[in-house]
């Protein structure tokens, strides 16, 4: 026997009592380790689900515009020089970013203005997958547009012209079918109306070309300056702007997710720790005699202190390792819960592993400083006392 084995025998002399407090630290490392996995993984997912309610960066031309008077006569700010952004070059140096696997979508749109029945509407060409992709929200009494010659029509936009599912309307010269019209949205979408962007490139004679680009960045995993500064690298003559209410709001999501977690995180872990701490003051209680007798035998209070510390410590290591296995696998059925699990998993490492052992071994001896301590304090007498 000595001071290395006198912890294990300890641990030994009493295995339900261990196995009990063994099983409730390793059920809070799990639940610690399970929130950090999700933590890590819930801002790449709850931003791509978010990304889905709107794109967070504009592409358009570079346009430069004058401030005209005449006479007296104020004309206000006149842009000239407005040249269209072509869509495939465009798209394709915005695919071309260093940070390309943080662009969840891309949606380019063409804007014109066209008559329908003698009342003139804003006309939107848009890639349909596309903009579905970043508008979710988006729902009709009727269908999305699956054929070039079907439109959809904002809902203001259909009661001002009084339109309804399945009417045929004349545009630019041709018959459209109304596939559905768009539920109120409070936004502009629902004065335009909506229709191929292909097919009104032809129409208006202008192949390739757009008005604007929507992109939908995930900006959880880096700053949306750097985003923008890249495609403004990539497109010189265009006019990159990110959207930073947007950003804002979707970053306050994801950090209240992730600050949520690791509050409760906290409080497991100094729930665990305080449960350490009075177990391992009841057992000091528990064995006055035996503390006694080591130090009749010779063992100073600095040994004492050291046994104590390190049977706790081989509770804290035992119960990190594995509270983090169980809490790797665990991580995936709270993210599956959450519907969080598409498109990020949470990922295994061997040093996180050793780190947590490491890490909770320490928490556990910090627990049972105070324990070790008192035990340390017990003199030679205490075994006379206790027999």
Known sequence: MNILTIPLRNIRRKPSKTM???????????????????????????????????ANIVISPATEKLNVSYGGFQMGEMFFEIEDLPEEDTVTAIRAIELRERISAVAPKLVTMAKINNTAVAL???????????????????????????????????????LSTGDKVSLLGEEFTISGILFETGTDDDTVVLMDLSKLQSLVNRPGATSFIEVAALCAGCPIGDIVNQLREQLPNADVKALQNIVNQ??????????LALIISLVILVTASAMVGLSMLSAVNERKKDIGILRSLGYGKGNIFFIICLEAGLIGVLSGTIGYLTGYLASFKV?????????????????????SGTVFGLVTVLAALYPSWKGAGIEPSAALVAL
């Not at 970043?134 to 009709?140: D, F, H, V």
């Open 250 to 259: 979707r970053m306050a999501s994801v950090h209240f997710v992730q600050k």
């Open 20 to 54: 009990l407090l063994l099983l409730v630290f390793s059920l809070g490392v799990m639940s610690i380790v399970a929130l950090y996995q999700v933590s890590e993984v819930v801002g790449l997912s709850l931003e791509k689900k978010l990304t889905s309610f709107g």
């Open 335 to 355: 993210l599956g819960f959450l519907s969080l699990a598409d498109g990020a998993t949470p990922m295994f490492s061997f040093t996180h592993l050793l780190l």
């Open 124 to 162: 939107v060409g848009v890639r349909w997958q596309q903009e579905l992709g970043i508008k979710s929200y988006w729902a009709t009494d009727g269908s999305f547009p699956d054929h070039s010659d079907q439109i959809l029509v904002g809902r203001r936009a259909a009661v001002d012209l009084e």
